[in-house]
Structures are given as structure tokens and as C-alpha cells.
């Protein structure tokens, strides 16, 4: 699998766009680019993942870059709530989730 | 609800001793993900089985051991436990390869 670089952590105040950046310059071409996130120790919660176009859902955009060696996570209206540690993950299909340090995001008032 | 069930919950046990974690993965998913957090690090992956078979593994210590069974649920053991294995353990389902489902997790304390 890929190894991806993500910024330790980040701020966001309440209400604004959290854009949560990911490099993962050695991606090859069948792997996918995943995001999950962790609320303190609850199970990891599934977001958003793609191949190479952008993606949106209720959650979430993912922009990938054309070259695919980096993307951004979207969360277009930070709550409180989204206040977690969050992975980016590249991996192939049907291969294990390696999961690295993480961006740990903090939403303020 | 995630619908990947893991039980029990919260475990407590001594030093030396066996316990075994299950986890029921959504319905229709083949895969199963076993994942350990402890404090100071983060998710390791253990083990992965497909249908029944192993598939994948990881940092897994030789003290543990897991099992798919024919209706899929799966059982993590862990045997001879130490202290340093106290942590979160995760499971986690998924169909083909696509979307991976996190169960609640067990939380293990050894004393």
C-alpha cells in the first residue's frame, strides 16, 4: 500500500469549510484513495473514498489531484461533532486498511 | 449502528490468562478485519479472513490466534495475556474489498 502524509493536526472554527489536505505521491494506479475518522475511541466511521474523479456524499467531498499524488477532504460546514482524528488510506481492493497517524481536526466555537 | 457487532464490550482480566472476542460482520460481507489500538499508538492491523480463510496478516503475536466460521463471524483469541496487551480491538467487514464497516470494539484491560 501507498503511503500517505498527512498535516499532525488542524484547526477549524465552527461553521467554516475544514479542508483536511493528504500527499500519497507513490499511489499506482488500481489503488483506491479512502478516508475514515475516529471520534475519540469509537470504531473508525467510513467518509468518503475514490479512484480518480472527485466525490461527493452526504458527508463529505474528496478532490483528487490529476497526477492522483494528492487529495483533500472537504467538510463544507464544520460542526463540533466533526472534531476527530481523520485517515487518509490508500490501498488496493480487498487489501487491508493501513491506518497512519492521522490528522487530528478540532472544530472550535 | 454500524452493523459489524463485536462483543463483549468491556473486558477485565489477569495477567496469564485466555479470552476470545467476537465479532458478527454485516450481513452479506465475506471479509473480516481485526485491528488492535493501544494508547500511545494507532490502529494495527492483525488479521484479515475471507470467507472462512485466512487472507492477511499483520503484527499479530504469536499468542493470538482468530477463526472465521461458517456463518462468518469471527473470533479473535488471546492467549497468555500480558499487561502491554490491554487496547481497543476493532473488527471490521467488507463485501469485496470496497467499504469497510467498523464495529463499537472490545475494550480489553489486563490487570
Known amino acids: 500500500d501507498a503511503k500517505t502524509t498527512q498535516p499532525p493536526s488542524m484547526d477549524c472554527a465552527e461553521g467554516r469549510a475544514a479542508n483536511l489536505p493528504c500527499n500519497h505521491s507513490?499511489?499506482?494506479?488500481?489503488?483506491?484513495v479512502y478516508w475514515y475518522r475516529q471520534i475519540h475511541s469509537q470504531g473508525p466511521q467510513y467518509i468518503i473514498h475514490g479512484l480518480k474523479n472527485n466525490e461527493t456524499n452526504e458527508m463529505a467531498s474528496l478532490i483528487i489531484t490529476e497526477d492522483r499524488k494528492s487529495s483533500t477532504l472537504i467538510l463544507p460546514h464544520a460542526t463540533l461533532r466533526d472534531t476527530a482524528v481523520y485517515y487518509c488510506i490508500v490501498t488496493g481492493t480487498a487489501s487491508k486498511l493501513t491506518f497512519g497517524t492521522g490528522t487530528r481536526l478540532q472544530v472550535t466555537l | 449502528d454500524s452493523g459489524v457487532t463485536q462483543t463483549p464490550k468491556h473486558l477485565i482480566t489477569a495477567t496469564g490468562q485466555r479470552v476470545t472476542l467476537r465479532c458478527s460482520p454485516r450481513?452479506?460481507?465475506?471479509?473480516v478485519y481485526w485491528y488492535q489500538q493501544s494508547l500511545d499508538q494507532g490502529l494495527q492491523f492483525l488479521i484479515q479472513?475471507?470467507?472462512?480463510?485466512?487472507?492477511a496478516k499483520g503484527n499479530i503475536l504469536e499468542r493470538f490466534s482468530a477463526q472465521q466460521f461458517p456463518d462468518l463471524h469471527s473470533e479473535l483469541n488471546l492467549s497468555s495475556l500480558e499487561l502491554g496487551d490491554s487496547a481497543l480491538y476493532f473488527c471490521a467487514s467488507s463485501v469485496g474489498g470496497v467499504g469497510y464497516t467498523f464495529g463499537s470494539g472490545t475494550r480489553l484491560t489486563v490487570v
Open positions: 479472513y475471507y470467507n472462512g480463510e485466512e487472507r
Open positions: 450481513s452479506g460481507d465475506l471479509s
Open positions: 507513490t499511489i499506482s494506479g488500481n489503488e483506491y
